[in-house]
């Protein structure tokens, strides 16, 4: 049988020439320096990194959500490479032995990527030994080896933890109710947050009722709703108590029934039609805080939740960029004339279009597959929702375009161009970095420099040629394996 295969030859593109043998050795002295050069150099790198990460220098007024998002667009990594970039000096920073060890070429790359996956404080030094005695290959298949025990190990903890999962109610001699459980991890983190919720609301309802003041005696009762009003704040257990008190009447009230998706993560808006025609000059002016901020915040109605928290004209215009909207007239009074019908912002077909066009998020280094549509001149301004006036942006760009000052317009030949807020071009690639004559000799010169002598061997490991058994490795080396053993 023919397959494709067939046609592709794996000899070398260039036949070998046979030269003398010191030349030979001494060609691959020098890829194996500069090899372990680069290594030293990446140790650096990955320095330079860390540091800009946890500074935060990829969002500083610059609109990418990550550090590696940044990298992609300013150095041109894959967008893979650049979060594992990312993740390694990240845990480098914590794992002082083999970021030396990277930085004095005596690992590799190749090698310190891989034990951090699975390195910690505590194990370090033992896959620092690993790492010194094996090859790139002897690395992987003994990290692949001990996630799988940490894989069996969390999984079993995680049965465990189901297991004893259970929750006890009865009642006490006295009367009151004893509750006492174990919660899975998520299960408890969903109800703490209710009862973080529940409390503040609670507490803050009972302080604007006057339930509770500090400025009557004990055991005073409220003369209007009959409650007794404490002369203190309760306990953080007797919050505790009312707030779950308060999550048990809210779910009988409202039923246990979530209902449907669409509804229950609903958001409505209103916004009075002034200040969705806030001009787009001083939405941006208010972002960058110049003089003409003033008057956009003082543009007449209102842009309010259901709940009557107050948001800004920026970000009631992103959200009604692409949304449902219905129209309401009121009267002079305030009351409800007419309610029109539940339109979409961006009809179906049109947002289509969109997607099939822009193929995700356009702004410059981003390329999310999925995003919001945005109105480069806003419908409220009198911008017409067709395709030309349509730009693709995910939620965050959205929001830097919106409330951050970030400028799009579209060019006559159909291209998109992005301003920074203080109106300098946001180029889509940035221009490279200069490249010396030689960069192999500046780089050897740096690491010198460094006071790293990098010879030809300084990266060949202890392995004498025997067989690996990844079965024993792992059980001498792996905490969890040696403790079962």
Known sequence: MHTAFDDVSLAPMIAPTVGAAPELERLGDEIAELSAQLDAATARLLDLIREFDARGGWGNGSGFRSCAHWL????????????????????????????????????????????????TPETEE?????????????????????????????????????????????????????????????????????????????????????????????????????????????TWSQQQADALGLLAETALHHGIDPGTPGERYQVVVHVDAPVLAESDASTAADACGTADASAASNAPGQSVLENGTHVSAATSRRLACDSTRVVMRHDADGHATDVGARTRTI????????????????????????????????????????????????????????????????????????????????PDVPPRAPVPPDPAERLRAQNEAEDLHIHPRVAIPDWSGERLDLGWAIDVLHPLAASNS
Request: aromatic letters at 4%; proline letters at 5%.
């Open 347 to 426: 009809p179906p077909a049109l947002r289509r279009a969109l997607q099939h066009r822009d193929h995700g998020c356009r702004f410059p280094g981003c390329g999310l597959p999925f995003g919001q549509g945005h109105h480069i001149r806003h419908w409220a301004n009198g911008g017409p929702t067709t395709l030309s006036n349509l730009a693709m942006l995910c939620r965050r760009h959205h929001r830097a375009v919106h409330e951050d000052g970030y400028q799009v317009e579209r060019l006559p030949d159909g291209e998109l161009q992005f301003r920074l807020p203080d109106g300098r071009l946001f």
């Open 126 to 234: 033992r896959l620092l030994k690993v790492g010194r005695a094996g090859t790139a290959e002897h690395v992987e298949r003994i990290v692949r080896g001990w996630r799988r025990v940490d894989r069996i190990a969390e999984a079993k903890q995680g049965i465990q933890r189901h297991r004893s999962r259970g929750l006890h109610v009865y009642q006490d001699e006295d009367g009151m109710v004893v509750i006492r459980g174990r919660l899975e991890p998520e299960t408890g983190a969903v109800l703490m947050k209710a009862l973080e919720a529940s409390r503040e609301a609670l507490y803050q309802l009972a302080r604007n009722n006057g339930v509770i003041n500090k400025n009557v005696p004990a055991e005073t009762l409220h003369p209007e709703t009959g409650l007794l009003v404490c002369e203190d704040t309760p």
């Open 72 to 119: 992609t667009w300013r150095v041109g990594m894959d967008p893979g490479a650049a979060r594992e970039r990312v993740r390694v000096a990240r845990a480098l920073g914590t794992l002082p032995r083999l970021a030396e060890a990277l930085a004095c070429g005596e690992l590799s790359y190749s090698k310190v990527r891989a034990l951090t996956r699975v390195a």
